[in-house]
């Protein structure tokens, strides 16, 4: 922690602030869990040791619910286990996320009491929980997660009060940090990490966090003078200012009086209507529609009705076209299903359209470093490649490329996937300014599922992922290597 100290942050309570100057990129403090889980709905898919998302994992023998990669993960993560896999075996299955986390935290506090390494700054039932301040309804759930945790809780294991358990629920709703998979795709679990807890919000932050190597990483987003307080951000900011306070308040139970929430910046991009300047009443008209679609869209998706998902997208956006801005929150959300659904059903010129729109939409509101503004533009980039459209194509990778080597660094899975593509694309454009089409019948080659010959090189593609040397100058890889 030698980048960052623990100071009085007034209102806010305790914080964190740069002990010396930071540069761009620069990683603050990097740690591991006090203590974490995997997500119930994906317990068979992610590795409860590294969290890696992975297929035809081992499956722990006792308990048969836990699940590794190898022999290795099992044994790194049988300190943490060990106690869980008796309590599982006692009551016969395994109790919910939030329950398995709460013993894990104090599994390990009597094991460490409370803190794991000299670098950890307060001890975990130091932190806020707010037990206090819960709606109804959510005191509720914890009254019934405290009763579930009584009857896990093993046998002969140091007892506790209700109060103090309670206690470790609030925490844990209060500090809980969602783990993503190794590429930082999809959410599949839930941890605590003290240090990180100290870093109080701001809606347009200085750092940024993420998960690498099954550390979390706090990197600078631009350069931050000592003294200076590090901020994150607790709610993606593509949310009405109101809308990001209410969120703030309920979840966490402050009022968040940041510059960007108390002056409303950006909130009129968000509501913003066509340059073509329609009426205050074609606006809320339309507004209202785009509600009731999405929510539509909504269903059609969980159903798997992809068909009807485009349908309804179509219908909106025709509404929304010179009515709503492309900085509008309502036609960024549809723009963004658009793509995605297109992108699935291998329509990627039309998604590719879609995508630019939105990402041009994104560049407008977003902090230029931002991940999430990051990872759009990576997507939007291979969207373009696999249509075609290999100048764009190449040029949005390595926008994201420079965005994600700040948020995510050099040696995470995202970025070192991206620089492959990166290379992959500038060799592809050499070939097409050379050779048109040349390019095009390597593309072509690729995109059908089928052995084909190519300038004397068999090229077979298994599903998605192209194999053997393409041409003279170009490395091994997949036109199509990202899942969208």
């Given at each position: 922690m030698e980048r960052a100290e623990l100071f009085d942050a007034g209102s806010k309570g305790r914080g964190l602030r740069a002990a010396k100057e930071l540069n761009t990129g620069?990683?603050?403090?990097?740690?591991?869990?006090?203590?974490?889980?995997?997500?119930?709905?994906?317990?068979?898919?992610?590795?409860?040791?590294?969290?890696?998302?992975?297929?035809?994992?081992?499956?722990?023998?006792?308990?048969?619910?836990?699940?590794?990669?190898?022999?290795?993960?099992?044994?790194?993560?049988?300190?943490?286990?060990?106690?869980?896999?008796?309590?599982i075996k006692k009551l016969g299955s395994a109790p919910s996320e939030n329950i398995r986390l709460a013993a894990r935290v104090l599994w390990r506090m009597h094991k460490d009491t409370g803190i794991a390494s000299d670098s950890q700054l307060i001890s975990v039932d130091q932190l806020q929980e707010h037990v206090a301040d819960l709606a109804a309804e959510d005191f509720k759930q914890l009254r019934a997660d405290v009763h579930k945790f009584l009857q896990y809780w093993s046998y002969g294991t140091r007892q506790h009060s209700v109060d103090y358990i309670s206690h470790i629920f609030g925490i844990i709703k209060c500090n809980g940090f969602t783990l993503s998979d190794q590429r930082g795709l999809q959410a599949v679990g839930v941890g605590l990490f003290p240090n990180l807890c100290l870093v109080n919000h701001d809606c347009w932050p200085n750092c940024t966090v993420i998960l690498n190597h099954g550390k979390i990483e706090l990197r600078a987003l631009g350069k931050i003078?000592?003294?200076?307080?590090l901020t994150v951000s607790y709610v993606d900011f593509l949310n009405l200012s109101a809308d990001r306070q209410k969120k703030l308040k309920e979840r966490f139970h402050f009022d968040c009086t940041c510059e960007h929430c108390s002056k409303h910046i950006e909130d009129d991009l968000m509501t913003a209507g066509a340059d073509s300047k329609p009426s205050a009443d074609k606006v809320k008209e339309v507004t209202v529609f785009s509600k009731e679609s999405l929510e539509k869209?909504?269903?059609?998706?969980?159903?798997?009705?992809?068909?009807?998902?485009?349908?309804?997208?179509?219908?909106?956006?025709?509404?929304?076209?010179?009515?709503?801005?492309?900085?509008?929150?309502?036609?960024?959300?549809?723009?963004s299903i658009a793509s995605e659904v297109l992108s699935y059903q291998r329509s990627f010129a039309k998604a590719a359209d879609y995508a630019h729109r939105m990402v041009e939409g994104y560049r407008k509101l977003y902090h230029p470093n931002n991940a999430q503004l990051g990872m759009a533009i990576m997507r939007a980039g291979v969207t373009h490649w696999h249509a075609g459209q290999i100048e764009e194509g190449h040029s949005l990778?390595?926008?994201?490329?420079?965005?994600?080597?700040?948020?995510?660094g050099s040696n995470h899975a995202i970025t070192k996937d991206l620089e492959g593509m990166r290379t992959q694309?500038?060799?592809?454009?050499?070939?097409?300014?050379?050779?048109?089409?040349?390019?095009?019948?390597?593309?072509?080659?690729a995109l059908n599922p089928e052995k084909h010959l190519f300038m004397g090189v068999c090229i077979e593609v298994k599903g998605r992922t192209l194999t053997g040397s393409i041409a003279s100058g170009i490395s091994p890889s997949s036109l199509l290597p990202f899942c969208l």
């Open positions: 620069e990683v603050i403090f990097s740690e591991p869990s006090f203590a974490a889980v995997v997500f119930d709905s994906l317990a068979t898919q992610v590795c409860h040791s590294c969290f890696r998302h992975k297929a035809n994992l081992h499956r722990c023998a006792q308990c048969k619910f836990a699940h590794y990669c190898d022999r290795t993960c099992q044994t790194a993560c049988w300190n943490e286990h060990k106690q869980e896999c008796g309590a003078p000592e003294g200076e307080e869209i909504e269903k059609s998706r969980v159903e798997g009705d992809y068909n009807e998902v485009l349908k309804l997208c179509y219908e909106c956006l025709q509404k929304q076209e010179n009515v709503l801005a492309d900085t509008n929150l309502y036609k960024l959300q549809v723009l990778i390595c926008q994201a490329y420079r965005i994600l080597m700040v948020t995510h694309t500038e060799l592809e454009l050499k070939m097409f300014k050379q050779n048109k089409a040349a390019y095009q019948t390597m593309r072509d080659a």
